[in-house]
């Protein structure tokens, strides 16, 4: 026995489809019988509900008409209506404000769910409900088959409207009508991007479980996982690294690692490395991750790079080392971590600078204290031939000086040699000096005195010390201090 049947026609008479009697009864039964009708045509037709015009005996049926099996129906294709520029414009607005009565009420005109100003300077109307979250409105859209990858003039889609404002819900939706996943605006983001930047967990975990690519690096140079580790989104990060991302890809400047240490981050850290970052990863410029962390200064950083055997003593291109950088901007607890871990001291950049040489010009007493108390080299000299101890006078600081019993403080500069590097300027410049505690065992001190540009080289004079000065047992510690300079 063969089941009825209704068929729909167009007005021609070619049969557009011919429903069973259990889809039929289904429709039927819906709130609204002819919209749903329409529905099951369109997936049929590809034509959008809101192109139709169901007839019954050329009378219009209503969306929430009753339906029987007996009539005879027929569809009509509607051609879009062109509309003004205000109207346009209140079309989007409705759209931005997720209002759903009146963006059915343009859609059933029928408008086009694309319409958008000449110029193309107001976003469209699917990345406005995009943007401000309306998914009932993004569904309407989506149903008037309005184009998911229309951009706003900074090249952004809807779906990336969505996952920067942690509009889940709507991203989900997007994903599945199939939204293209990694589109990249202008700047390089893709919405796997701006979720990892922002730190949107859940946002993450949608776009990777419907396959967003984790190395999309585009115009930014950066990958997801170098933005979630700069930002320290930790949850992010270990979502990323789950699906694989790659740990050592540079962007620019930097890894994932390097962009982490730089910023304090070190749960962060802790994952990367555990996923086996390489923490000797080397970037442009020749700095490393452990670089970073010291010019920054995070003494936790630094001992988690060190206990997974970073380098100690990595030299950058221009020569400088992580010792030089901690110390150069007086993170004296980074300093302490590498000298303790064993770096090199007296590791010279290329100009032959030490970091005594850094410590001293900036006047870091306490820098230099422990500097000496590793033992660092006094009588190291830059390559313009620069002792800290000349440093430190011409920035009219204290330096301590040198160690044990005996031991001698000597001035190393000499006026030519500074006329050969510095173009004619003289040694120390006028400035007078004055030992304020013991230099010799036999109880001399020594004055050095040098003068102005024209005058004669340094003289080294010998003189009794004061009785009020006598030696102490901690005479290894010695103060310079400068003196205003005599009339």
Same mark, same amino acid.
């Given at each position: ?30 709130? =609204? ?38 009539? /005879?129906?027929? %569809? ?28 059915? /009420? ?20 699917? !990345? ?5 979250? &309306?998914?009932? @409105? ?10 998911? /990858?229309?951009? @706003? ?14 509009? %889940? ?11 293209? =996943? ?16 922002k730190g949107y967990v859940e946002v993450v975990q949608e776009l990777l479980k419907a396959g967003a690519e984790t190395e999309s690096l585009g ?48 749960? @962060? ?86 970091? %005594? ?6 006047g870091d007493i306490k820098m230099t204290r422990l500097l000496l108390e590793f033992g660092i ?39 030519? &040699? !500074?006329? =050969? ?45 004061? =009785? ?11 103060? !310079? ?7």
């Open positions: 026995m063969t089941s009825m049947r209704t068929p729909i026609r167009f007005l021609s008479g070619e049969i557009v489809d011919e429903l069973e009697a259990d889809d039929f009864d289904a429709i039927v039964q819906a709130e =609204k019988p002819v919209m749903a009708l329409k529905r099951h045509l369109a997936a049929l037709t590809g034509i959008p509900r809101f192109r139709q015009q169901l007839l019954q005996d050329r009378i219009h049926l209503l969306d929430d008409a009753s339906l029987t099996s007996d009539l /005879e129906l027929q %569809l009509v294709i509607l051609d879009f209506q062109p509309i003004d520029l205000m109207s346009i414009l209140d079309f989007i607005l409705a759209c931005c404000k997720g209002d759903a009565v009146q963006v059915e /009420e343009f859609l059933q005109k029928p408008i086009d769910p694309n319409s958008r100003d000449p110029h193309k300077e107001v976003a469209a109307p699917l !990345w406005a409900a995009a943007d401000s979250g &309306s998914l009932e @409105v993004v569904r309407l859209l989506l149903e008037a088959r309005a184009d998911m /990858e229309s951009t @706003v003039q900074e090249g952004s889609t809807a779906l990336q409207a969505a996952s920067g404002k942690e509009h %889940l819900e709507v991203v989900r939706e997007l994903l599945q009508a199939g939204a293209n =996943k990694n589109a990249a605006a202008l700047n390089g983001f893709t919405a796997l991007k701006l979720a990892s930047s115009r930014n140079d950066k990958t997801a996982l170098h933005l979630a580790s700069l930002k320290g989104h930790l949850e992010v990060v270990q979502e990323l690294l789950a699906s694989r991302a790659d740990t050592n890809a540079t962007a620019g400047n930097s890894t994932a690692l390097h962009l982490a240490c730089g910023n304090g981050h070190l749960g @962060v850290v802790q994952e990367l490395l555990k996923a086996r970052a390489d923490q000797d990863a080397v970037v442009q410029d020749g700095k490393r991750p452990l670089h970073f962390a010291c010019i920054k200064g995070y003494p936790d950083l630094v001992r988690e790079l060190l206990v997974a055997g970073a380098d100690k003593n990595p030299a950058a291109r221009d020569g400088h080392t992580p010792l030089h950088g901690a110390t150069a901007f007086s993170h004296l607890e980074v300093v302490r971590e590498l000298l303790m871990a064993g770096a090199d001291e007296n590791a010279a950049k290329g100009d032959g600078c030490t970091a %005594l040489h850094l410590a001293a010009q900036g080299h006094t009588e190291s000299q830059r390559h313009d031939g620069a002792t800290a101890l000349y440093l430190a006078s011409q920035g009219r600081y204290r330096l301590p000086k040198s160690r044990g019993p005996g031991a001698e403080v000597r001035l190393t500069e000499r006026v030519g &040699s !500074w006329k =050969k590097a510095q173009a004619g300027r003289e040694a120390i410049c006028g400035a007078r000096f004055a030992l304020q505690q013991p230099v010799h065992e036999d109880g001399q001190a020594l004055v050095v005195t040098q003068t102005r540009r024209g005058c004669p080289k340094p003289d080294f004079v010998q003189a009794e010390l004061p =009785k009020s000065c006598s030696r102490s047992s901690e005479s290894s510690t010695l103060l !310079w201090s400068t003196l205003r300079h005599p009339n």
